[in-house]
C-alpha cells in the first residue's frame, strides 16, 4: 500500500490512478521478496479512482505473493504474470496467473473462506463490484478479475 500512496502522492491530480504504472510498480515492490521468480506485467493503461486502486492494489499484492508461496517446490524457479485490458471503455480485466502446481482439486473460490488471504481476495473483488474467477492455466492457475473501471458511487455521482 505503501506504492499506492506514493502514486497518489507524486501526481498532480491524486484522485486517479494509471493501471499500467501502478500495477507494474506495485508487482516490482512485491517480487523484492521472491527473487527466484520472473515477474511478468503487461497491463493495458486506463484510469482509475484512488478509491479503486487501493482495493485493487491489495488483491493484485495478495494473489501475487500466493503465487510465489504455493505455486512452485520450495527452491523451484518460476513465473508469475499480472496481466491488463480494457474489454469495453467501462470495463477492466485483470488475470494473475503462474506456471506451477496449480490449486488443490478440493479447491473452491466461493467455499475457500478458512485462508486469510483468500478472504481478502474475495472481499476486495466484492469491493470493486468485480466478478472473481478461478481456471486452471495448464500449468498453473489463473484468477480473473473484471471489475467496472468506475465505481457505484462514481456512477451515481
Same mark, same amino acid.
Given at each position: 500500500?505503501?506504492? #499506492?500512496?506514493?502514486?497518489?502522492? +507524486?501526481? *498532480?491530480?491524486?484522485? !486517479? $490512478?494509471?493501471? &499500467?504504472?501502478?500495477?507494474?510498480? @506495485? %508487482?516490482?515492490? #512485491?517480487?523484492?521478496?521472491?527473487? +527466484?521468480? *520472473?515477474?511478468?506485467? !503487461? $497491463?493495458?493503461? &486506463?484510469?482509475?479512482?484512488?478509491? @479503486? %486502486?487501493?482495493?485493487?492494489?491489495?488483491?493484485?499484492?495478495?494473489?501475487?505473493?500466493?503465487?510465489?508461496?504455493?505455486?512452485?517446490?520450495?527452491?523451484?524457479?518460476?513465473?508469475?504474470?499480472?496481466?491488463?485490458?480494457?474489454?469495453?471503455?467501462?470495463?477492466?480485466?485483470?488475470?494473475?496467473?503462474?506456471?506451477?502446481?496449480?490449486?488443490?482439486?478440493?479447491?473452491?473460490?466461493?467455499?475457500?473462506?478458512?485462508?486469510?488471504?483468500?478472504?481478502?481476495?474475495?472481499?476486495?473483488?466484492?469491493?470493486?463490484?468485480?466478478?472473481?474467477?478461478?481456471?486452471?492455466?495448464?500449468?498453473?492457475?489463473?484468477?480473473?478479475?473484471?471489475?467496472?473501471?468506475?465505481?457505484?458511487?462514481?456512477?451515481?455521482?
Amino acid at each position: 500500500m505503501a506504492t #499506492v500512496h506514493d502514486q497518489l502522492w +507524486r501526481q *498532480a491530480d491524486a484522485s !486517479e $490512478v494509471d493501471l &499500467a504504472s501502478y500495477l507494474s510498480s @506495485l %508487482a516490482a515492490a #512485491v517480487a523484492t521478496a521472491a527473487p +527466484r521468480h *520472473a515477474t511478468v506485467v !503487461e $497491463v493495458e493503461p &486506463a484510469m482509475v479512482s484512488a478509491g @479503486l %486502486a487501493v482495493p485493487l492494489g491489495l488483491l493484485v499484492n495478495e494473489l501475487v505473493a500466493n503465487a510465489y508461496k504455493y505455486a512452485y517446490a520450495p527452491g523451484e524457479e518460476g513465473e508469475v504474470r499480472v496481466a491488463g485490458k480494457r474489454t469495453t471503455k467501462e470495463h477492466y480485466r485483470l488475470e494473475v496467473s503462474d506456471l506451477g502446481r496449480g490449486l488443490p482439486s478440493e479447491f473452491n473460490l466461493g467455499r475457500s473462506r478458512t485462508s486469510l488471504g483468500m478472504r481478502v481476495v474475495t472481499s476486495m473483488a466484492a469491493q470493486l463490484n468485480g466478478t472473481l474467477t478461478v481456471s486452471p492455466a495448464e500449468p498453473g492457475i489463473r484468477f480473473t478479475l473484471e471489475f467496472p473501471l468506475r465505481g457505484l458511487s462514481e456512477r451515481t455521482a
